[in-house]
């Protein structure tokens, strides 16, 4: 795997070493200025480091330029048939642009985008789609990871020819397996970054569970820097469900990680209930700003998979049979009734918040 | 990678070319036969192929032996610290049991459990966790993929010693790029099938991503034969966390798949709405065992991804501005009030339900 080249999106730097990015995408009307920059702020506050927006006509690129001025992050511009509307978005301050050149069937005007990107520093991503390949692609490679590739590359190196040099990639199908092999197939032979997404993913919750594959199992590999979950829901589900992946992943830390075990005929507390409350305790530490000195707390249901097995966890609570055990690094540390088990963990959390906001400068 | 060897957990079979069947486990008291083997019907209806249940206890062994006779699936004993319980559990019916050999200290009960397990033609699947190795493996190899899998494979050489072909192996840490890495390394240097699950996922939502992750990016290598996601929530949203993890990777059909674009800008009709409501007619069906003569089922926000990139679906509405389009295979067939779209999606649905039935035997 070669490491990809570093490209910079208004201040955020994409690829190399830098932290995988979470892209999402406005559903507001583009042209509605104030509606879409509070979305953006929401989305912002989530953790989403990267925004898009659709570009459908030139009428609202005047609204589309407002945006880019005040945005929190990086705009970029959803561009699809028409190359004008492009120029426009790059002149109107897009960070970006994300076009797909196989709907874009004028190379004349191709040629002038990618002159307009060059010169203006603009970042472009060249989205190839399975379903929108080239007929010259699919007679040669058929519909096939090649092709995705093949496609791919051929764009860039008709963008590098214009001077581009700040270029992403994505490869889409929405087939699982084939989006996974031209995405790997692609990161072996290109050092341009890739931007991972799982193309009409579904609802909230298939539509989770097929990105998380999709994209979990590229980033496990070190492939993909950065990545957008294309959700059928509001894009705050969008950022929270890319939060999930990256956590897991250890990409990114936003409070402690939640461990517990399943539910098994040997538990006899309410497992479900207290990991939940736990969960929410956590999301309000990290609504709040807050944090905590820990890497993994663990909700433990039985004596079984309790302290032993979750040793690598800093702070964890094991449910017994009436006792309660509160334990650190696998030791236990007090044992207590059972219905005082989520009122210790508190009291632990919110002392090592206390000592961890001392201890900050 | 080289194919598994089959082997038969009763009637089912697991590794080789078989399909990749599901597990879930009892949160039921074991003791409590019928409440037991109610959950287990439920889970079976819901697509459950395999069903584990806790002995905690010798206390439970009658009751254990009793499910093995009357479930409608396999059933698997879990077994932790005591080697009596395992010789309970073969002896009582079980069609596999989990075992833990580093938490199992006694090596002559271990080889009491293996030549029972032989003798009874019961399957073993042999757990290794990352919390429990032992502390020779971990003084030789570190906390490492290397560690599991050198555990897994001396317990295997110890059980196939007395005689167990039947075995299945299980190799989980909570860390996901660790797991990962030690299935990939066994399944490249044995062919017992695989067991795979993400150990301590967490709740419902965080869970199923943990899990989808995991599980998923070893499916797509062709890796695993059996899968568990485990979930700190009911055992039904193990299953159904599981179908989904299958059917994105086209690995397991039930029913047509739904694919549905982001939503964006451009999208001028309420797409979560319309495609929540085709996924609870779908799940409706397949509930009332209904089956569709379809793939994959389109519901797409616009004409810029409608029915030109969802040309792979079998069938498929999009909504444009006011209007909304039916097409089948990329092609419109109708065009017609965006408020009818639902309606004629149901009808078509009818239509080739029935339809089916007329040409099934």
Known sequence: MMQTRTIHLGPLAIGGASPVSIQSMCNTDTGEVENSLQQIERLRALGCDIIRLAVPSAAVLPAFGQICDRSPMPVIADIHFDYRLALGAIDAGAAGIRINPGNIQD?????????????????????????????????????????????????????????????????????????????????AVSDIPLHLG??????????????????????????????????????EEEVRAALRIL????????????ISCPTCGRTRIDLIALATAVEDELARFAAAGRKLPWRKIAVMGCEVNGPGEARDADIGIAGGKGKGLLFKHGKIVRVLPESELLAALRAEMEAASQASDRAAP
Do not use: H, W
Request: with cysteine; charged share 15%; aromatic share 4%.
């Open 198 to 235: 799982v193309t009409e993913a579904g609802t909230a919750v298939s539509g989770s569970i097929k990105s998380a594959i999709g994209i979990g199992s590229l980033l496990l590999d070190g492939i993909g820097s950065t990545i957008r979950v294309s959700l059928t829901a509001p894009p």
């Open 107 to 187: 190379e004349s005007g191709l040629r002038q985008v990618a002159r307009a990107a060059a010169a203006a520093g603009t970042v472009v991503r060249v989205g190839v789609n399975l379903g929108s390949l080239s007929p010259r692609m699919e007679a040669q490679y058929g519909r096939s990871a090649e092709a995705m590739v093949q496609s791919a590359l051929e764009y860039c190196r008709f963008f590098t020819e214009e001077g581009c040099q700040a270029l992403k990639v994505s490869l889409k199908a929405s087939s699982l397996p084939l989006t996974v092999a031209a995405n790997r197939q692609f990161a």
């Open 247 to 258: 956590a897991v992943l250890g990409l990114r830390q936003n409070g402690p990680e939640l």
